[in-house]
């Protein structure tokens, strides 16, 4: 607890903007909520501690996103991408012990940035990608998952290129991550990551303004057209992109 309230007063002030916005993204897509407060909140919060607040708060607002549009989930493609995803956790935990982390970081940078710009300019996609696409959408997206906690680049480009509904990508996208962060959750709570008073004052600091965020999120979702959604979202992998490079390369 002490280590929360040590921080300076800009922490305070800028804090609750970044997880009300960064929430915000995540109930208007599914995703994003990570790639946005962590390198701010990073400044100021040590990542040990950051990484599963943030973690236990992007399970529960999946969990509200998908479990509130599950109708819309697309259980087909789940079926599909989650042993390959699976696979790609394990991968990515041998990666994290094993692997140089800076190439895979500009390697992810690169793709959000390439993923990002395909899809602001083609806001209306022509036809669908191939299933097997799963497959190096799987294994890639849990690694990534595994090493650096992101993995809903990969996520968007396979689901937005198979699935024509904007309801449908957000609530699959949504469902997946929620698998995907409780798997990461249950290692953090083995590895006495979670149980800790830090991480769980930082939960009950988080928690008001990311259920706001995702409220506020989801009631704009609903004004979107399916052009304007693949829009945002492309501008988000561009810039989540951009901030990734930046913070790898510089």
Not at 87 to 100: D, E
């Amino acid at each position: 607890m002490s280590e929360w309230a040590e921080l300076p007063l800009a922490f305070w002030f800028a804090a609750p903007v970044v997880i009300l916005f960064a929430y915000t993204v995540f109930g208007m897509t599914g995703f994003g909520s990570t790639m946005i407060a962590v390198p701010i909140l990073a400044n100021w919060v040590p990542l040990a501690t950051l990484v599963p607040v943030l973690v236990v708060s992007d399970i529960a607002s999946a969990l509200f996103v998908g479990g509130a549009n599950r109708q819309h989930v697309s259980k087909p493609e789940l079926k599909r991408l989650l042993p390959f995803l699976v696979a790609g956790l394990a991968l990515g935990v041998t990666a994290l012990v094993n692997a140089p982390q800076q190439p895979l970081a500009v390697a992810l940078g690169l793709f959000s940035l390439v993923a990002g710009l395909a899809t602001v300019l083609n806001p209306v996609p022509r036809g669908r990608i191939s299933a097997w696409w799963c497959v190096p959408a799987g294994l890639t997206a849990g690694t990534f998952a595994a090493i650096f906690g992101v993995g809903g680049p990969v996520y968007v480009a396979y689901f937005t290129g198979r699935l024509g509904d904007k309801d449908a990508v957000r609530a699959t996208i949504s469902t997946v991550i929620s698998i995907s962060a409780s798997l990461r959750g249950v290692f953090y709570l083995v590895a006495g990551l979670v149980l800790k008073a830090g991480v769980l004052a930082g939960i009950v600091f988080v928690a008001p303004f990311a259920i706001l965020g995702v409220r506020l999120g989801s009631r704009i979702h609903t004004s979107l057209t399916q052009a304007q959604m693949r829009r945002f979202i492309g501008v988000l992998l561009l810039a989540s992109g951009g901030v990734l490079l930046a913070r790898t390369l510089l």
